[in-house]
């Protein structure tokens, strides 16, 4: 481990940067990023939400449900550790692993099986970032992951139809 709560040791850096492919300047904009929103070495849910649903990256919901699922030891707080991992799969990282993050973000009761709830609440925050997309390009950058968007109607009808398909047919 690091000596401080702020940084990584070589070896550390060295695995990291391997482990997700990282090229140097990526690296040092991800830990400048961290140092940024961080305090004494730690990332607030507050924080995190906030930098990430204002940006327009996510929605509230998703943002929340990254953080639980990256917040390791479950203390409320990702540390640089847990958010390396998490910035390392976001901006390098294989196929296998952004779909196993993804498959562990909406796992919530992290009983290795996505529920027809899961996959229901999580076709519902994919449709709202869509919409959310659609609607950026439309009216620009003021719309963002905080920005409240509805679903509709056919989104709804086409996700009861995903679900009955998946879960009612099998």
């Given at each position: 481990?690091?000596?401080?709560?702020?940084?990584?040791?070589?070896?550390?850096?060295?695995?990291f940067k391997k482990t997700y492919r990282i090229?140097?300047?990526?690296?040092?904009?991800?830990?400048?990023?961290?140092?940024?929103?961080?305090?004494?070495?730690?990332?607030?849910?507050?924080?995190?939400?906030?930098?990430?649903?204002?940006?327009?990256?996510?929605?509230?919901?998703?943002?929340?449900?990254?953080?639980?699922?990256?917040?390791?030891?479950?203390?409320?707080?990702?540390?640089?550790?847990?958010?390396?991992?998490?910035?390392?799969?976001?901006?390098?990282?294989?196929?296998?692993?952004?779909?196993?993050?993804?498959?562990?973000?909406?796992?919530?009761?992290?009983?290795?099986?996505?529920?027809?709830?899961?996959?229901?609440?999580?076709?519902?925050?994919?449709?709202?970032?869509?919409?959310?997309?659609?609607?950026?390009?439309?009216?620009?950058?003021?719309?963002?992951?905080?920005?409240?968007?509805?679903?509709?109607?056919?989104?709804?009808?086409?996700?009861?139809?995903?679900?009955?398909?998946?879960?009612?047919?099998?």
């Amino acid at each position: 481990m690091g000596n401080r709560a702020d940084t990584l040791n070589k070896d550390e850096q060295s695995s990291f940067k391997k482990t997700y492919r990282i090229p140097p300047e990526k690296y040092k904009k991800i830990l400048h990023a961290f140092k940024k929103h961080s305090k004494e070495g730690k990332i607030t849910r507050e924080v995190f939400v906030k930098a990430y649903s204002k940006k327009g990256h996510l929605d509230r919901d998703l943002s929340n449900q990254v953080f639980d699922s990256f917040d390791k030891d479950k203390n409320g707080n990702l540390d640089l550790r847990e958010y390396m991992s998490l910035m390392g799969i976001i901006y390098g990282g294989s196929l296998d692993q952004k779909l196993n993050a993804s498959f562990e973000v909406f796992d919530k009761d992290k009983d290795g099986h996505l529920s027809k709830e899961e996959i229901r609440d999580m076709l519902v925050i994919l449709a709202k970032q869509i919409r959310r997309a659609k609607m950026r390009s439309k009216y620009g950058p003021q719309v963002t992951g905080a920005t409240p968007v509805g679903i509709e109607e056919e989104d709804q009808k086409f996700i009861e139809k995903i679900l009955y398909d998946v879960f009612d047919l099998v």
